[in-house]
Structure formats: structure tokens, C-alpha cells
């Protein structure tokens, strides 16, 4: 525990350093092996219980439709059946539902492409309103005589000023007038 | 006992009903009597509704078996520790209970707010109440926790019955976690309903300006750093308990508590450009709606039985009254916006498309789009189902691949929004600000890389992780120096005193800071190790560089379980470093078993490890054992987010007048003039 606390105290005072430290830790590369074939494949299936999980993550104690299917698929990939026609023999046993995602065919296509298709709808909607707000905002230079009285340098100083002001007393708000 | 808390929750109802009348037509007479009458009768109703919770707990720690609630989810030896968790173990319990926060919430609305607000405050108290009312209907007539047993007699008459003991707690919900999670869950949820019923009730009374944002941004923050605390408590309730070496499933009943969230995340910055600037106003009053509607949506996806889950409660008959709520609610709120539409009309003006107020919109789309994707995938089998006829199930490789690259460009925008300027950024700004975050990031990944860090998306979340906390390292020392620089003061020093200037926006940072934390620590996931093998006394197995030596393996009963315990002797380096003891646990009351997860957890990472069973062959220990990298950062990342959110929460220490005086009149002895001019200020005093 000691030295957890230990840890945890220099992971605070070199936070960037042991960020980098940590994340160039070695990867968790897996062992190439039939097992690690059967878990590849099983984090694409559900188990079929009821869980709404990952077949194999399953964590039901003595779940048997689980261990099942784990069974089914090792023996299936002792066969050295090609891992396509293996999970297609489990859609047609238990149907698409079996599928850890849905298929990007048919009518699971439309799963895919919703979400993204609303936050691309979303991006437009959103920068067809800003072009509408920014020609709402009435423009300086239609000011006469302002383009010539306040120059770009003074614009900028002025707004430098402003955003250290905000730094210091933090900006006056309509909040800050309640 | 159960009589008393049956009348309590009965009055309480009726009570409810009184507020909602009263408060009508308090609001249409204005007859102050009347309005005091209807705040009364709201204040009664939390009170009785506390009563009727006290008399819950009060059967479960007498072990009444004669409710069927309580001997549904509590025994005997159950520890009293647990009996306190069991009030919200099951259906009717939890309804109960967030009947209760939901009450608490209301009091102190109404009393913190008694005398102000008079021509908001009525319809606020209504609107509560109605709420209050939905929920007490379900506790009363529909899912009552004082259901008592009964038997008939051999001649035929019903008689009560106690059973001599109870079924007991379901063993996941045997850990000390889960009697802070739910609480803190609810509170989070249920906190939703106040900025919600101020939102309806400005609308409604046409209140003017942006004051409901002003009286409920503190409302708005506890519930969201309580949903935020809930939801990383249910994720470490997880890991720590279910024993399948992560935290995050994306199950229904997690994700309904994300999509508030998110939604409530985005109201949270949107709600600036109203106060600002005075835009947004229709969106900042639909996300609030949308907030609080997901908040019930949730509950009634978790309830209802319409989405497969893996700790969502058995179907019920409380759906369709959800149902109910929610279409209500939806056309309750749709109807007061058609009709006082012309009332958030904002002054919705643009200086530039690189402002801090394009940011905001950019977050908020981002947000929503997150949002969108999480009940998406949620409902995605229930409307496939019905399109087509079939199931398709949506699993965790949908939610991450949409979610990773939404979520790492909220990231982005997390190191970019806040550093952008109100109404127009100049380049010059964008170099000062960015230039060197994003050449340190940069480099980050550049060092990175060669070292092995080859995950596409680790690395570029390395890579924003270290921008975005560069930038705000940035803000804090570009203040400070300002401030050490007219003061004399050591930087330190200046920090702190920057960040009491103006609580919301360096508590803001700090957030954010807390949520880099998060997302170091959830892109280790693509460094995750595993292996699982059965183990005899005295055989190994190695993993991560970890070396794992089965000493012994022992049954021994306890009080309310009999535990099979692996001792499990941990080498790093050949070098002893802990011993781990997981377990399994077996309940003979409800004939369940339960999952005690050993963790050896370090900033660098954890080791989890996980008796599985035995083997059916030939009976021996199996053991499951991961090495999560990075892990530990989700949880110390939480804790900052909440750390963070109660810094914005303190009220502004702002000097007044005196800083130009103490500017003109320099030298001043470092440390003493601050403290001399310094003066307290409302909370309301600054922000960004």
C-alpha cells in the first residue's frame, strides 16, 4: 500500500513525464495461438443466455449456454474451419442476434451510418446557423468614420486587455450584475 | 409498521395533489394564501415521503419478514451494513427511493427559495409536485414496498404470514460500493428535475431574462457531479465485482445513465453563451427538457424489461406508466414552447466563426452526437426487431468504434474551446494559446511511437491528452504570472489565488483536467493482457511480466456466505510483491453465487485476478488473470472531476477596488496586500 501511495504521490508531481512513462509501457501483445484465435472470434459473438454480453466475457457462474458455444467454437476451429463460414455457422444456429455488432449489410447498414449521418446533419445545420448569426451582427466598418478611427492594432490591443481583465476579475457578466 | 409507512406515502399523495391544485390556482387567482397553503402542502409531502422511507428501513433492519419486499431482498445474517443497500436492491424499493431524493430535492427548493421568486415559484412548486405525484402513484397503487404476505387458511380466509426468514440481498449487490453507487446515481438523476422544472416554469410565467439559469446552474452542477460520480462508481462497481476484467459493458442501464450525461454535460456549457451573450435560449430550455426526459427514458429502459441487461430489473408492468410520464412530460413541455416561443427570442449574433461561442456549438453537437449514437445502439435490437422481424444485437465493438473517434474529438475540443476568445480569436491568439500545447503534444507522440505505443487511437489520444492538459497548465500560469508579477507573490500562491477569483472557470479547468485523467486512463484499454488457466496448489502462471503461484486453495464459512478462496503468492521480477485472494462466493439463501475480484492496482496498472470456478473435468481452481494498464487513472480522474465541480461551486473571493490601488501603489509586501483588500463576492459574480 505504501508503495502505491508512493507512486501515486510521484505520478502527481510528474504528471506529463509519467503520462509519457506509462504510455510507452510495453504493449500487451497477444500470443499467437488457437486460444487466442477462439477469444478473437468469441468478442465477436454474444452469448445467447440472456446476459447481453460478450460470449466470451460472459461472467455467469456455471453458465452453460456460454460454455457451450466456447466448446462448439473450439472444436469448430480444431477443424481449422475458416472463421468466416464459423460464424456464419453460428447466424444460422442462432441467428444475427449472435452478432457482437450488427452486420454492416441490410438493414444493419443503418445502424452504422445513423450516427454519423446525424452528427454530419448536425455540422451542417450548425454552420448554416452560424453563417446566419454572423450576418445578423452588424458589421463595424457600416460604423462612419470607425474604420478610420480604430485600426486593427488597436482592435487587437483592446481585446488582449479585455482577455487579461478576464484573467484577473474574470469578465463582467450579465451574471455578474445580478 | 408497514401500515404506518402505507399512510405515510397515502397522505403524502394526497398532499401532492393538494400542491399541484393549490399551486394552479394560486398561480391564476394570485391569492397569496392560497400560494403559501400549496408550498406547505409541497414541504408536507416531503416529509411524509421521509417517513415512509424511515418506516422501509426501519422493516428491513427489524428483519419484518412479513413484507414481501423485505424478504424478498434481505435475510438474517445479512449485515446491517447491507440492509441500509437493500432499501434500493429492487423495484419497489428504488422507486421509493428516488421518491425520496426527489422529495429532498423539492424541500430544499422550496425553503432556500421561500420569499424569492414569486412569480417563478409557484409554478416551480407545481411542477415538482407533479413529478412527486407520478412517482408517489407507482409507489402507492402500483409497486407498493408494503406489500405484505399473505396465505389462505384451510378455510380459505387470508391470513398474514411472516416467513422465518428472508430471500437475502442478490450477492453482486453484496459490496460495500453499492450502498454509495445508487444514492449517488439517483442524486444525479433525480437533481435533473430541479433545473427542469425551473426551465418549464420560466416558460410557462414567461419569467424574463436568464435569471432560472442563474438560480439553477448550482442545482444543475451538484446533479451533474453527481451523475458524474454515480456513473464512475457503477463502473468500478463493475470491474471490482462482476469479474470480467472491465469496467464499461455499454449495457443498457449504463448507457442510460451516460445519455443524461452527456446531454446535461452539454447544457452545462451552452448555458454560458446565455449568460454571455444571450443566445441559445431555446436550445439551452430543449436540452434541459431532453435531460430530464432521458433521465425518466432511462429509468423506464432499465424497468420496463424492453432492453435485454445485465442488472436491469425484471420486466414489469411499470413501462406503459413511464410511457405515460414521458409522453406527458414531452407534450407539457412542447406545449408551453409553441405557446411562449416568442419569449426565448435570443440575440443571436456571430463576430467570427473562430470565437469561443462556435466552440460551444461545436461541443454541444458533439455532445448530442455522442448522445444519439449511446440510444441508438441501445434501442437499435427493440427497432430492428420490429422493422425486420429479427433481433440484432448491438454489443460493445458498435458503441466503441462510434463512440472513440466522437469521444477523442470532444478531447480536442476540451484543449481548444475554453482558450478561445468571446465574439472573435485573432491568429495571434490561436499561436499564443496553441502553439506550444500542440508542439508538446506532438512530441509526445513522437516519443511515443518508437516506444511501442502503435494503437491508432491510443496515441492520438496521447497526443490530445498531453495538448489539452499543456493548454490548461497554460491558463493557470499565464494568470498566476499576471498575478505574481503585480502582487510579488511565489506562483503557487498566485494560482490559488487566481483560481478563488473566478471558482467557476479554474474549477472548469480542473474538470477538464480530471476528464483528460479519464481518457489516459480508458485508452489503455488497448494494452490489456489476459489469460486463464486451471490451477493446482503450487502451479504458476505468468502474465505481463506478473508471476502468479497458487499456494493454497480453502473453503471456510462465513456468516451469510461460504467463500472458496485461491491464495495466490504475486512475483514481479522474481521478486515477492503481493499475495491476492480471490474469491468466490456462495449464498445459500437465495442459492446465488457472487464474484470477489483481487486487484493489485498501481498508476502504471492493474493486476486482476479472478477465480472463475472449477473445472468440470477435474475440479481444480480456475484462475483469470488481466493486466489492465491505466486504470487507476479513470478512478483518480473521476475524483478530480468531482474535486473540480465543488471548486466551481465556491463562491468568487474577488478583490474589489483595491487590486488597481495595490497595482498603483507597488511595492506592496508579497502575500499581505491580497489578503487586505480581498472581500467576499456571490457566487454570481464571474464566470466563463
Given at each position: ?36 484465435k ?29 460454455t457451450a ?24 444456429q ?52 470607425a ?32 | 409498521?408497514d ?7 397515502l ?14 390556482l ?21 416529509l ?8 422501509l ?7 419484518d419478514?412479513s ?41 430544499f ?11 417563478l415559484?409557484?409554478?416551480v ?7 412527486q ?10 409497486v ?5 404476505l ?27 460500493e ?5 444514492p449517488?446515481l ?9 433545473p ?16 432560472w439559469?442563474?438560480?439553477t ?10 451523475q ?24 443498457p ?6 445519455m ?44 420496463s424489461?424492453i ?9 414489469s ?8 410520464f ?14 411562449n416561443r416568442d ?23 458533439i455532445?448530442?452526437?455522442a448522445?444519439?449514437?449511446v ?9 430492428s ?24 474529438f ?5 484543449g ?10 485573432s491568429?495571434?491568439?490561436?499561436k ?11 512530441v509526445?507522440?513522437a ?6 505505443f ?19 497548465l ?13 502582487t510579488?507573490?511565489?506562483i503557487?500562491?498566485?494560482v ?11 474549477g ?6 480530471g ?11 488497448a494494452?490489456?493482457?489476459e ?7 503450487g ?21 451469510n ?17 503481493i ?14 453465487s ?14 486482476y ?15 483469470h ?7 487507476k ?5 473521476g ?10 461551486l ?9 487590486l488597481?490601488?495595490?497595482?498603483a501603489t ?23
Amino acid at each position: 500500500m505504501a508503495r502505491t501511495i508512493k507512486r501515486a504521490g510521484q505520478g502527481y508531481a510528474v504528471l506529463l513525464a509519467v503520462a509519457l512513462v506509462l504510455f510507452a509501457a510495453p504493449g500487451g501483445a497477444q500470443i499467437p495461438g488457437q486460444s487466442d484465435k477462439a477469444k478473437a472470434i468469441g468478442k465477436r459473438l454474444m452469448c445467447m443466455c440472456g446476459c447481453n454480453q460478450i460470449l466470451v466475457e460472459c461472467n455467469h457462474v456455471g453458465c452453460s449456454v456460454s460454455t457451450a458455444m466456447l466448446k462448439e467454437l473450439d472444436e469448430r476451429l480444431a477443424r481449422n474451419e475458416p472463421e468466416d463460414l464459423l460464424i456464419q455457422s453460428f447466424v444460422q444456429q442462432y441467428g444475427e442476434k449472435v452478432l457482437a455488432q450488427p452486420p454492416a449489410k441490410n438493414f444493419g447498414l443503418v445502424a452504422w451510418i445513423m450516427p454519423f449521418f446525424i452528427l454530419l446533419l448536425g455540422f451542417f445545420i450548425m454552420r448554416a446557423v452560424l453563417i446566419r448569426w454572423r450576418n445578423l451582427t452588424p458589421s463595424i466598418a457600416g460604423v462612419p468614420g470607425a474604420e478610420s478611427e480604430i485600426s486593427p492594432a488597436m482592435l487587437e490591443r483592446a481585446r488582449r486587455e479585455m482577455e487579461l481583465a478576464d484573467d484577473l476579475d474574470g469578465p463582467a457578466t450579465k451574471a455578474g450584475k445580478d | 409498521m408497514d401500515l404506518f409507512g402505507s399512510f405515510a406515502l397515502l397522505l403524502a399523495f394526497a398532499c401532492a395533489v393538494y400542491a399541484i391544485v393549490a399551486g394552479i390556482l394560486a398561480i391564476r387567482t394570485r391569492n397569496p394564501l392560497l400560494l403559501k397553503s400549496a408550498r406547505h402542502a409541497g414541504i408536507a409531502v416531503c416529509l411524509l415521503v421521509m417517513i415512509g422511507t424511515i418506516s422501509l428501513f426501519y422493516l428491513f433492519l427489524t428483519d419484518d419478514f412479513s413484507v414481501s419486499y423485505v424478504a424478498g431482498h434481505s435475510n438474517r445474517d445479512l449485515e446491517y451494513f447491507f440492509k441500509i443497500a437493500a432499501l434500493w436492491s429492487g423495484q419497489e424499493g428504488s422507486l421509493l427511493f428516488w421518491t425520496f431524493l426527489l422529495s429532498g430535492y423539492t424541500f430544499f427548493v422550496l425553503l432556500t427559495n421561500r420569499g424569492k421568486h414569486p412569480e417563478l415559484m409557484p409554478y416551480v412548486g407545481v411542477i415538482l409536485a407533479s413529478v412527486q405525484l407520478f412517482f408517489l402513484i407507482l409507489n402507492v397503487f402500483v409497486v407498493s414496498p408494503f406489500q405484505v404476505l399473505g396465505s389462505a387458511g384451510v378455510d380459505g380466509v387470508m391470513r398474514l404470514v411472516a416467513m422465518p426468514d428472508g430471500r437475502g440481498l442478490n450477492p453482486l449487490l453484496q459490496y460495500p460500493e453499492m450502498v454509495a453507487h445508487p444514492p449517488t446515481l439517483y442524486m444525479g438523476y433525480v437533481g435533473f428535475a430541479v433545473p427542469f422544472a425551473f426551465a418549464l416554469a420560466a416558460l410557462l410565467g414567461r419569467y424574463p431574462g436568464e435569471k432560472w439559469i442563474h438560480i439553477t446552474r448550482k442545482w444543475t452542477m451538484i446533479a451533474w457531479c453527481f451523475q458524474s460520480a454515480g456513473v464512475l462508481m457503477g463502473a468500478h462497481w463493475a470491474y471490482a465485482v462482476l469479474g470480467w476484467g472491465g469496467y464499461w459493458a455499454w449495457d443498457p442501464v449504463e448507457n442510460a445513465s451516460l445519455m443524461p450525461w452527456l446531454t446535461g454535460t452539454a447544457f452545462l456549457h451552452s448555458v454560458m453563451m446565455q449568460e454571455k451573450r444571450g443566445m441559445l435560449k431555446v436550445w439551452n430550455v430543449w436540452l434541459v427538457f431532453s435531460t430530464f426526459l432521458l433521465c425518466i427514458l432511462g429509468t423506464f429502459l432499465t424497468r420496463s424489461g424492453i432492453v435485454s441487461s445485465v442488472h436491469a430489473f425484471a420486466q414489469s408492468s411499470i413501462g406503459p406508466w413511464f410511457v405515460g410520464f414521458i409522453v406527458l412530460t414531452l407534450v407539457v413541455c412542447l406545449w408551453a414552447f409553441f405557446k411562449n416561443r416568442d419569449y426565448l427570442k435570443s440575440d443571436n449574433q456571430l463576430d467570427s466563426m473562430v470565437s469561443r461561442e462556435s466552440s460551444f456549438l461545436f461541443n454541444n453537437l458533439i455532445l448530442l452526437a455522442a448522445c444519439f449514437a449511446v440510444l441508438w445502439g441501445t434501442l437499435f435490437p427493440v427497432i430492428s426487431e420490429w422493422v425486420q422481424g429479427t433481433k440484432i444485437s448491438v454489443g460493445p465493438p458498435f458503441f466503441n468504434k462510434v463512440n472513440i473517434p466522437i469521444g477523442l474529438f470532444l478531447l480536442f475540443l476540451t484543449g481548444v474551446g475554453p482558450l478561445l476568445a468571446w465574439r472573435r480569436t485573432s491568429v495571434d491568439s490561436l499561436k499564443r494559446n496553441f502553439g506550444w500545447p500542440l508542439v508538446g503534444g506532438l512530441v509526445a507522440g513522437a516519443i511515443a511511437w518508437p516506444l511501442g505505443f502503435k494503437d491508432f487511437y491510443a496515441l492520438l489520444c496521447l497526443i490530445l491528452s498531453v495538448f489539452v492538459i499543456l493548454t490548461i497548465l497554460g491558463e493557470f500560469l499565464r494568470g498566476a504570472i499576471v498575478i505574481s508579477g503585480r502582487t510579488g507573490m511565489n506562483i503557487f500562491a498566485a494560482v490559488g489565488q487566481l483560481t478563488m477569483r473566478n471558482t467557476r472557470r479554474y474549477g472548469g479547468y480542473v474538470v477538464h483536467f480530471g476528464m483528460v485523467l479519464i481518457f489516459i486512463g480508458i485508452s489503455g484499454t488497448a494494452f490489456n493482457q489476459e489469460k486463464q488457466m486451471e490451477m493446482g496448489p503450487g502451479s504458476r502462471l505468468d502474465l505481463g511480466g506478473y508471476t502468479m503461484n497458487l499456494q493454497t486453495f480453502t473453503e471456510r464459512p462465513e456468516k451469510n456466505y461460504t467463500a472458496e478462496r485461491a491464495t495466490i503468492e504475486v512475483l514481479k521480477n522474481g521478486q515477492p510483491l503481493i499475495t491476492l485472494f480471490p474469491e468466490k462466493r456462495f449464498f445459500p439463501s437465495n442459492e446465488m453465487s457472487g464474484t470477489m475480484v483481487a486487484i493489485y492496482s498501481t498508476l502504471k496498472e492493474d493486476l486482476y485476478v479472478v477465480y472463475a470456478g472449477r473445472s468440470p473435468e477435474n475440479n481444480q481452481p480456475i484462475i483469470h488473470a488481466y493486466v489492465n494498464p491505466l486504470v487507476k487513472w479513470i478512478w483518480l480522474g473521476g475524483l478530480i472531476v468531482v474535486l473540480g465541480t465543488g471548486l466551481a461551486l465556491v463562491p468568487n473571493r474577488l478583490p474589489v477596488l483595491a487590486l488597481k490601488g495595490v497595482a498603483a501603489t507597488a511595492p506592496v509586501a508579497a502575500g499581505a496586500a491580497p489578503q487586505a483588500v480581498m472581500s467576499r463576492r456571490g457566487s454570481h459574480g464571474s464566470d466563463d
